[in-house]
């Protein structure tokens, strides 16, 4: 069973094939959290608002995509969202990215509106007291503060965000699991072929929750 792991030439075309499929992994996990933190801070801070056209919105965003399967969310932008409906067919990679940014977003907004309500009200109240409006307060008092206790579980979603893109490999984007695959079929070798994916994604998952604690324990979160 073991054998292959020992065969050199089967070592050589794992290192041939499988690091276009980390960076890819990393690229569509990276440009998703991107606008997914971008989408999260604005649905996150309209949670945060009073004025119900603003917030129920907000609000069932955060529901529907929490409440569907990350599976049907990529097959609806891929599949569901035609050339009948937006005038064009949207291709695999830029599904990818899109589908992160819109899951992450979600969980991104109740990262934002949880950190923002746990800064006690005394720092808005000084701010105010200050002469600084209410979005000056926010800017400059609450937000910064808000922004370090959201490192913590804005690393969580990483590496979860890191693993949903193994669920790409249905629209055949060429990331690990997708790779391993189609290399497991071609040398019928599952066992090993997986175990070697699995152990691609710890060595990007546990450097970075490594870094991640680092980082807190310097910014004292």
């Given at each position: 069973m073991f054998e292959a792991f020992m065969d050199s030439h089967?070592?050589?075309?794992?290192?041939?094939?499988?690091?276009?499929?980390?960076?890819?992994?990393?690229?569509?996990?990276?440009?998703?959290?991107?606008?997914?933190?971008?989408?999260?801070?604005?649905?996150?801070?309209?949670?945060?608002?009073?004025?119900?056209?603003?917030?129920?919105?907000?609000?069932?965003?955060?529901?529907i995509v929490r409440g569907t399967p990350m599976l049907a969310q990529i097959l609806f932008i891929y599949s569901g969202l035609t050339e009948d409906i937006i005038g064009f067919n949207i291709a695999a990679l830029p599904t990818a990215i899109i589908a992160i940014a819109i899951n992450a977003g979600a969980y991104i907004a109740e990262i934002v509106r949880g950190t923002v309500h746990s800064i006690d009200k005394g720092q808005r109240e000084a701010g105010r007291a200050l002469g600084l409006s209410e979005r000056e307060t926010m800017r400059h008092i609450v937000w910064p503060q808000a922004f370090k206790r959201m490192i913590p579980p804005l690393g969580n979603q990483f590496v979860i965000s890191l693993k949903d893109t193994s669920l790409f490999s249905v629209i055949a984007i060429g990331e690990l699991l997708y790779l391993g695959k189609q290399y497991y079929n071609i040398t019928y070798t599952p066992f090993q072929t997986l175990i070697v994916v699995c152990l691609l994604y710890l060595c990007i998952t546990i450097p970075a929750s490594f870094y991640l604690r680092r980082l807190e324990r310097k910014l004292d979160v």
């Open positions: 089967y070592v050589r075309s794992f290192q041939a094939v499988f690091p276009e499929g980390i960076l890819l992994t990393l690229g569509i996990t990276l440009a998703g959290l991107f606008f997914g933190f971008i989408i999260g801070a604005i649905v996150g801070l309209g949670r945060l608002s009073k004025k119900k056209w603003v917030n129920i919105p907000a609000l069932w965003f955060v529901e």
